[in-house]
């Protein structure tokens, strides 16, 4: 996987999911949008995250 970054805003990865849903035919409604915490919850093998981590370069 490459990291790019352009100009314009920052994207989440929900923002990021839904576009690829959209380019690759599917349905975007279909990506489901969750917080770290609550996707952590439970998983004792689970990296800390920061709360934003957009570049500013």
Known sequence: MYHLQGG???ASWYDVA???FEL???DPSRV???STRKY???REDFAPRPTRSTFNI
């Open 24 to 26: 690759s035919g599917n």
């Open 32 to 34: 489901g949008r969750t």
């Open 18 to 20: 839904c576009r690829v």
């Open 8 to 10: 314009g805003e920052a």
């Open 40 to 42: 952590a919850q439970g």
